[in-house]
């Protein structure tokens, strides 16, 4: 069974950076594809980033896009999220998720692997 943690969360002020990781129990992602996910308080997860194992392709939720810079380093099984610019409303569980076949999507179903989170809060 595919295993799933996330790491990196944390307190961050508005405006700071953080970089989230996620590794993932197999010998390579060449793949899958992994997703990002968050759930702020109160509200519905949703889709933030996205990369392909075979060849990279990103993809990022607008409200993020210019802030967030998803990557892999498939030989780590690892995915990480670096977010800059933090805002108040980034502030949420981020979730990493993997499926199979190896190509991105924003519909939480098609994915089959999940991790339990890490927690994010930008506050001052």
């Known amino acids: 069974q595919l295993q799933i943690v996330e790491s990196g969360g944390g307190l961050v002020q508005p405006g700071g950076s953080l970089t989230l990781s996620c590794e993932v129990s197999?010998?390579?992602?060449?793949?899958?594809?992994i997703g990002w996910f968050r759930q702020a308080p109160g509200k519905e997860r949703e889709a933030v980033s996205c990369?392909?194992?075979?060849?990279?392709?990103?993809s990022y939720v607008d409200s993020v896009k210019g802030r967030a810079t998803i990557s892999r380093a498939n030989a780590k099984a690892t995915v990480y999220l670096q977010m800059n610019r933090l805002k108040v409303e980034d502030t949420g569980v981020y979730y990493c998720?993997?499926?199979?076949?190896?190509?991105?999507?924003?519909?939480?179903?098609?994915?089959?692997?999940w991790g339990p989170g890490t927690q994010v809060t930008v506050s001052s």
């Open positions: 197999v010998l390579t992602l060449d793949y899958y594809a």
């Open positions: 990369i392909t194992g075979t060849d990279g392709r990103t």
């Open positions: 998720a993997a499926r199979q076949p190896d190509y991105c999507s924003a519909y939480e179903p098609d994915y089959n692997f």
